[in-house]
């Protein structure tokens, strides 16, 4: 039997009812009937295409008695079959766990109200920007926040934290907010060019910088060329400005580009932390820059990039040119990463509130604030610029969560090639509007070339919170008679209806990986275990993994300086990642 088989490995996995499962059913939710199992988000085994669509009046008052007939929904202008429907509707939150159980359950991270992350990014705003957009979120949550709201607040620095995880506490929020502070920009130096003089090299991890072009007086070196006169002294002053200018724009360029990796992996770690929380997540993103659009293949020129063509050169600042022909460097050189994240933020079913955090700006800064609807666009949110009241974009991105329906579709084109499909809905009833993301890129991301599972592990362990693509509980218990010796019992319960199977000559194959790993409390990694279940049940055992879920339990070596373990279930057929976090004792 294929149990046998697993005990074999040294593992024990246990699947009978739970309330013949010692200790567990006081920490396990009630059983899922297998015929309730939830819709997956987009999965490898089903490419179930969820649109979340906000349907309001002219008023701008949510619609909430449309039923599926009234929607006509198109992937590249071809109607599609509406195989999943839901109305916007607000669930009972859950019983609190008890003492010791930990878990990433939905009802448990966010239960209830409609899911909202406030994202502050002090790596792509100016440092004056990040104190005044502050003071207009702290002004939102005294002035505006709704009672059952549910928000978690991000910060965008060397990478992604978290001032505070979900809570609908407006008084927690306000302190959280309070312990923001304004952050000079990452890699500002590099990205504003100030003196000829440096020390080290960069090759040292230094960053050196040069003075600007346009206005700096230039000093030559003594290389026998101090005599130089008129046409001659001129021609070597307009190459040195050159010469320094060019080196500018490279520094503009590595700035641009290590903030955009940074935000890339910022994305693509909120889409672990939200992608299995149920329903829209909107993000709102306090920025005062974004440094990509979502669409690398964007035809678009911007104004930078063609100015940079024009014959200009003595009469624009050595910046300028970096921002010019940085734009069109950074509109490709990470096209593949960003249409990958862009596939990401799609399965988890987050809209993007840009919110400019320049507030009513003066600026010439189209481009950026073009690229904030671009990104508002692709996503289903809105953005929200050059505007004094920005805590109002705020407050729509709440009010667009009670308007939305999610509609599921499996798409005609079977084959995941990783082109990009647009989306179109319409909704047959007069007198609404509706607006919902523009499309979809058909990236399978276990099949991305260079994909790599165990970094998707890693990745996930670091993120500030739990991830929620694989649900489950779990519990950490010192060792008992049942143990090995000075051994910490680490027990896994895990939602199979957020894993994939496989069939396999009649029966169900499944492919988990269990990771215990401790961390030590200034965040290093001291040591990981794990364990792997990769076997085909037969069906009866199949549906009792589903109803009751997969039990699993590890023994770990407790080690020295370790107050942290984090777990991880991951689905080995379609990389996706579930964390928890448990503080020791």
Request: proline residues 5%; contains cysteine; aromatic residues 8%.
């Amino acid at each position: 039997m294929c149990l046998d088989r697993i005990r074999s490995y040294g593992l024990h996995l246990m699947v009978p009812t739970l309330w013949a499962i010692t200790g567990a059913a006081a920490w396990a939710q009630a059983p899922t009937p297998a015929s309730e199992v939830p819709a997956p988000t987009l999965r490898v085994t089903t490419h179930l295409v969820l649109v979340d669509v906000v349907v309001t009046d002219k008023q701008g008052k949510p619609v909430n008695t449309l039923r599926p007939e009234d929607f006509v929904l198109e992937e590249n202008g071809k109607a599609q079959k509406i195989s999943m429907f839901a109305k916007p509707t607000e669930k009972a939150a859950a019983q609190p766990l008890p003492p010791g159980i930990y878990s990433n359950r939905p009802q448990y991270r966010s239960p209830g109200a409609a899911i909202t992350v406030m994202l502050l990014d002090a790596l792509n705003t100016e440092f004056k920007d990040q104190a005044y957009a502050r003071r207009q979120m702290l002004r939102f949550v005294q002035e505006q926040y709704k009672p059952g709201a549910r928000m978690a607040v991000f910060t965008l620095t060397g990478g992604l934290g978290v001032l505070q995880d979900f809570t609908s506490d407006p008084q927690i929020l306000y302190a959280a907010l309070q312990r923001f502070n304004p952050q000079p920009q990452e890699f500002a130096s590099a990205a504003r060019p100030g003196t000829t003089m440096a020390q080290g090299t960069p090759n040292a991890g230094s960053v050196v910088t040069a003075m600007d072009a346009s206005t700096a007086p230039v000093t030559t070196a003594n290389s026998g060329s101090a005599g130089l006169h008129g046409a001659g002294a001129d021609a070597q002053l307009a190459a040195t400005q050159a010469a320094v200018a060019a080196f500018a724009g490279i520094q503009v360029a590595y700035a641009e580009d290590q903030r955009a990796v940074i935000t890339l992996n910022a994305l693509n770690s909120l889409s672990r932390i939200l992608g299995g929380l149920p329903g829209r997540k909107s993000v709102i993103w306090v920025t005062g820059h974004l440094p990509f659009s979502l669409i690398p293949e964007n035809s678009d020129v911007s104004k930078a990039e063609l100015e940079e063509d024009l014959p200009s050169f003595d009469t624009r600042r050595a910046e300028e040119h970096g921002a010019g022909s940085n734009a069109a460097f950074l509109r490709q050189s990470h096209a593949g990463e960003v249409r990958e994240t862009a596939a990401r933020l799609a399965s988890a079913q987050v809209a993007i509130y840009p919110v400019d955090a320049r507030g009513l700006s003066i600026s010439t800064d189209v481009d950026s604030q073009e690229t904030m609807r671009e990104m508002a666009r692709e996503t289903g949110g809105r953005a929200y610029v050059n505007q004094n009241e920005i805590k109002d974009g705020v407050e729509r991105a709440f009010d667009d969560a009670s308007a939305t329906y999610t509609l599921g579709y499996y798409p005609e084109n079977k084959k995941y090639d990783g082109k990009y499909r647009s989306i179109k809905v319409k909704v047959n009833q007069g007198g609404i509007e509706s607006f919902h993301r523009r499309g979809y890129y058909a990236i399978d991301p276990s099949q991305i070339k260079g994909y790599n599972p165990s970094q998707e592990v890693a990745s996930a362990l670091n993120n500030p919170v739990a991830a929620s693509q694989v649900s489950f509980s779990a519990r950490v218990v010192a060792a008992d008679a049942n143990s090995a010796k000075g051994k910490l019992g680490v027990d896994f319960l895990v939602d199979a209806s957020t894993l994939s199977a496989e069939d396999s000559s009649g029966a169900k194959k499944m492919t988990v990986l269990f990771y215990s790993t401790m961390y030590s409390a200034d965040g290093k990694l001291i040591s990981n275990e794990s364990n792997k279940v990769d076997q085909a049940f037969d069906n009866d055992t199949y549906q009792k993994i589903l109803q009751h879920g997969m039990l699993l339990h590890m023994d770990v070596d407790p080690k020295i300086g370790a107050n942290q373990v984090r777990l991880a279930v991951q689905d080995g057929r379609t990389g996706l990642v579930g964390t928890i976090h448990v503080p020791l004792n």
